[in-house]
C-alpha cells in the first residue's frame, strides 16, 4: 500500500498541487498534478477564495496521507511574500479540517532532496521529476514540477508528520495503515544497512590488526 503525498507550491497567481503515491522501496507514481490560478486583478477574497476551493476539491478527489508544503522562505517582494503564505493557510486549513498531516519544506530541502543538491535550478528539477517519475514529458509549467516535487522530498527526507521518519520513531499511532506499513518496511531496510556496514567495518579491523 502507497503512501499518497499531495504537494504544494502555495502562491495566487499560481499553486502547483501534486499526488504522488510512494512505494515502499521508495520508487514514486504521479497519480495526478495541476496548477490552480487567480488574476492579479481580482479582488483578494475572490481570490483566496478560488484557491480555497480548488484546494477542498483536490484534497476530497485524492485522500492523502500526507500534506507537503513548501515553506516562505525568502523573498524580495513583499506582495508575494503575503500571496504565498496567504494560500499556505489556506491549504492548512483545509488539511487540518480532514485530519490529514501537514508538514513544510524549504526549497533548499526539497531541491536537495529531489536533485542531490540545494542549489539546483527549476530546469534541473524538474528534469529530475521527469525521470523519477518516468513521465513521458516534463510536466508544466515550473509550478507543477515543483508541487511533485515537495511531495517527493516529504515522502524521502521523513522529517515530519505522515513521513517515513515519524512513523519509524515511534511516534506512528495516529498514522494511516498505509503510513505505517510503509515506515516498518523503510525501518527494515534501513535497519538491513546498518547491519550490512557494521559487518564490513568488523571485518577491516581484523584485516588491520
Not at 478527489?61 to 496567504?86: C, K, L, W
Not at 515543483?146 to 522530498?153: G, K, Y
Request: net charge positive; with cysteine; aromatic share 2%.
Amino acid at each position: 500500500m502507497p503512501l499518497r503525498v499531495v504537494g504544494v507550491d502555495p502562491g495566487l497567481t499560481r499553486c502547483g498541487l501534486s499526488a504522488v503515491d510512494v512505494e515502499r522501496d521508495r520508487s514514486a507514481s504521479l497519480v495526478d498534478v495541476r496548477v490552480l490560478g487567480t488574476a492579479s486583478t481580482d479582488p483578494l477574497d475572490v481570490r483566496i477564495l478560488a484557491i480555497a476551493d480548488g484546494i477542498e476539491a483536490w484534497l476530497d478527489r485524492h485522500r492523502p496521507d500526507a500534506v507537503a508544503i513548501e515553506r516562505v522562505f525568502t523573498y524580495t517582494n513583499v506582495s508575494t511574500v503575503m500571496g504565498t503564505a496567504q494560500a499556505t493557510g489556506v491549504v492548512i486549513a483545509a488539511a487540518a479540517r480532514r485530519n490529514i498531516p501537514v508538514a513544510l519544506h524549504t526549497p533548499t530541502e526539497v531541491k536537495a532532496a529531489v536533485t542531490g543538491t540545494g542549489q539546483a535550478d527549476k530546469a534541473l528539477v524538474t528534469a529530475m521529476v521527469t525521470k523519477i517519475l518516468k513521465l513521458p514529458a516534463p510536466p508544466k509549467p515550473a509550478d507543477a514540477a515543483d508541487a511533485i516535487a515537495i511531495a517527493l522530498a516529504h515522502a524521502w527526507r521523513g522529517a515530519a508528520p505522515g513521513s517515513l521518519a515519524a512513523a519509524s520513531s515511534g511516534t506512528a499511532a495516529g498514522l494511516t495503515p498505509a503510513q505505517r506499513a510503509w515506515a516498518q518496511a523503510q525501518a527494515k531496510a534501513s535497519g538491513g544497512g546498518r547491519r550490512a556496514e557494521e559487518a564490513r567495518l568488523k571485518a577491516m579491523a581484523k584485516r588491520r590488526a
